[in-house]
């Protein structure tokens, strides 16, 4: 693991340092149009709109999650990342959702308490209507690029806003599967998990890659309930995992 750290590590130097060794050796010369073309072409690279987006989901009603997520990105430069949490919980934001119904998946006994809770899924969904919108409006970007460098005290973007707006939609499922239109429920818990899917396969960290594939395994899960009571001989298609 250590050798294989050093090796990489020296890798991107030798890399990193290249574009500065033919820039010191070509000084005198005139600059290259493709070359600045090259170089205006990589600064949009680094560009993120979907990054941005997730890193201000907390964003207040009626403000722009993406402006947010620019502010928050900039303070890391100038401010550590224990003072913007402090700014975090002085700053109007956008509630999250709390209570049983948000238990913690992985916790004992949160998965069977989905199913045996009463709850009022239009009551949850009116109520939380801001963040069900921005996680169906972060799920239609076909792009990701974290924008921040690597390093112990990197700010993330909160996956607990995105976590709770599908806990939602997965009690959207239940609910329907109460109520006898258990078709239906697994239809949206398949359309669910192409979503998800789709979003994993952008992410370029480990940290994001993990979040979704937590939640692919509670919606296959509660598909997998909802099959399980579902009327005998009734075949569902589920998505292959790659």
């Given at each position: 693991?250590?050798?294989?750290?050093?090796?990489?590590?020296?890798?991107?130097t030798?890399?990193?340092?290249?574009?500065?060794?033919?820039?010191?050796?070509t000084?005198?010369?005139?600059?290259?149009?493709?070359?600045?073309?090259?170089?205006?072409?990589?600064v949009?690279?680094?560009?993120?709109?979907?990054?941005?987006?997730?890193?201000?989901?907390?964003?207040?009603?009626?403000?722009?999650?993406?402006?947010?997520?620019?502010?928050?990105?900039?303070?890391?430069?100038?401010?550590?990342?224990?003072?913007?949490?402090?700014?975090?919980?002085?700053?109007?934001?956008?509630?999250?959702p709390?209570?049983?119904?948000?238990?913690?998946?992985?916790?004992?006994?949160?998965?069977?308490?989905?199913?045996?809770?009463?709850?009022?899924?239009?009551?949850?969904?009116?109520?939380?209507?801001?963040?069900i919108?921005?996680?169906?409006?972060?799920?239609?970007?076909?792009?990701?690029?974290?924008?921040?460098?690597?390093s112990?005290?990197?700010?993330?973007?909160?996956?607990?806003?995105?976590?709770?707006?599908?806990?939602?939609?997965?009690?959207?499922?239940?609910?329907?599967?109460?109520?006898?239109?258990?078709?239906?429920?697994?239809?949206?818990?398949?359309?669910?998990?192409?979503?998800?899917?789709?979003a994993m396969?952008?992410?370029?960290?480990?940290?994001?890659?993990?979040?979704?594939?937590?939640?692919?395994?509670?919606?296959?899960?509660?598909?997998?309930?909802?099959?399980?009571?579902?009327?005998?001989?009734?075949?569902?298609?589920?998505?292959?995992?790659?």
């Open positions: 693991m250590v050798r294989f750290y050093v090796k990489n590590a020296v890798s991107w030798a890399l990193f340092m290249l574009p500065i060794i033919v820039f010191v050796s000084i005198d010369d005139e600059v290259n149009p493709e070359v600045v073309a090259a170089v205006h072409a990589t949009s690279v680094n560009e993120s709109e979907a990054y941005l987006y997730l890193m201000g989901i907390k964003a207040p009603e009626d403000t722009d999650p993406a402006e947010l997520g620019r502010e928050i990105l900039e303070l890391t430069d100038d401010i550590p990342a224990e003072k913007i949490i402090e700014l975090d919980e002085d700053t109007d934001i956008l509630p999250k709390t209570g049983p119904l948000f238990c913690n998946y992985f916790k004992e006994g949160c998965l069977n308490s989905l199913f045996t809770t009463d709850f009022d899924i239009g009551n949850i969904s009116l109520e939380h209507r801001t963040l919108s921005r996680a169906e409006h972060f799920f239609r970007f076909n792009e990701f690029r974290t924008l921040t460098r690597p112990p005290d990197e700010i993330i973007p909160d996956a607990g806003y995105l976590s709770s707006a599908e806990r939602i939609k997965v009690l959207g499922a239940i609910s329907n599967h109460k109520e006898g239109r258990s078709d239906l429920a697994v239809k949206s818990l398949m359309d669910q998990m192409t979503n998800l899917r789709q396969e952008l992410q370029d960290n480990l940290f994001g890659r993990l979040v979704f594939l937590a939640k692919l395994s509670e919606v296959l899960d509660v598909a997998s309930i909802i099959l399980t009571d579902s009327q005998p001989g009734t075949i569902y298609r589920i998505p292959q995992m790659t």
